[in-house]
Antibody, heavy 123, light 107 residues
Framework: QVQLVQSGAEVKKPGASVKVSCKTS????????ISWVRQAPGQGLEWMGW????????SYAQKFRDRVTLTIDASTSTVFLEMRSLTSDDTAVYYC????????????????WGQGTLVTVSS | DIQLTQSPASLSASVGDRVTITCRAS??????VNWYQQKPGKAPMVLIY???TLQTGAPSRFSGSGSGTDFTLTIGSLQPEDLAIYFC?????????FGQGTKVEIK
């Protein structure tokens, strides 16, 4: 079955960078891209960006465009999220999620999610 | 960006009650709405996609309707395991956005 397994919790100081991994299995890695979604404590879900695993193209939400980079390692079917210049506002659980299309339409939805990675930013 | 406004923010209902959650989009998004359930400490899980299609494996007491700007998630008969936060999400245009969530509690 499809699995997205994320790296473990991180504690970072303000101004630092963090890199979170999402290792995929159970499907053809290049058949769909991966999105990243974060959730601050007690808050809602915020889409951050998406990377294609077949064309290496990317799309970022405007607020993350300058601080976030998404990359892939096709040899291990792993996707990475790197975020720079961290502040306390970046304390959140970060999820990778696999969007899949509804056949015959342009609809898509997040069918599979990683377990989440808590990133804590604190001095 | 397309804004999604959910109501209510929270609700408390009894087992067996019919529960309705609404999601309003800031502009027409056809049927490009998905609904997710997030149980405490867990990742979200899709319940409904394309506004009204029940995801395989999701309980049949969940249903979705709507098109354009107004969408509804209905729990036909609330069960104790439905304690969760429910989010709508649009995939009509980037950036994909979520509603702020509706917390469902059991009386």
């Amino acid at each position: 079955q499809v699995q997205l397994v994320q790296s473990g919790a991180e504690v970072k100081k303000p101004g630092a960078s963090v890199k979170v991994s999402c290792k995929t299995s159970g499907y053809t890695f290049t058949s769909s891209g991966i999105s990243w979604v974060r959730q601050a404590p007690g808050q809602g879900l915020e889409w951050m960006g998406w990377i294609s695993t077949y064309s290496d193209s990317r799309s970022y939400a405007q607020k993350f465009r300058d601080r976030v980079t998404l990359t892939i390692d096709a040899s291990t079917s792993t996707v990475f999220l790197e975020m720079r210049s961290l502040t306390s506002d970046d304390t959140a659980v970060y999820y990778c999620a696999r969007p899949i299309p509804v056949p015959g339409t342009t609809l898509n939805y997040f069918a599979s999610w990683g377990q989440g990675t808590l990133v804590t930013v604190s001095s | 960006d397309i804004q999604l406004t959910q109501s209510p923010a929270s609700l408390s209902a009894s087992v067996g009650d019919r529960v309705t959650i609404t999601c309003r989009a800031s502009r027409s998004i056809s049927n490009y709405v998905n609904w997710y359930q997030q149980k405490p400490g867990k990742a979200p899980m899709v319940l409904i996609y394309g506004a009204s299609t029940l995801q395989t494996g999701a309980p049949s007491r969940f249903s979705g309707s709507g098109s354009g700007t107004d969408f509804t998630l209905t729990i036909g008969s609330l069960q104790p395991e439905d304690l969760a936060i429910y989010f709508c999400q649009q995939s009509y245009s980037s950036p994909w956005t979520f509603g702020q969530g509706t917390k469902v509690e059991i009386k």
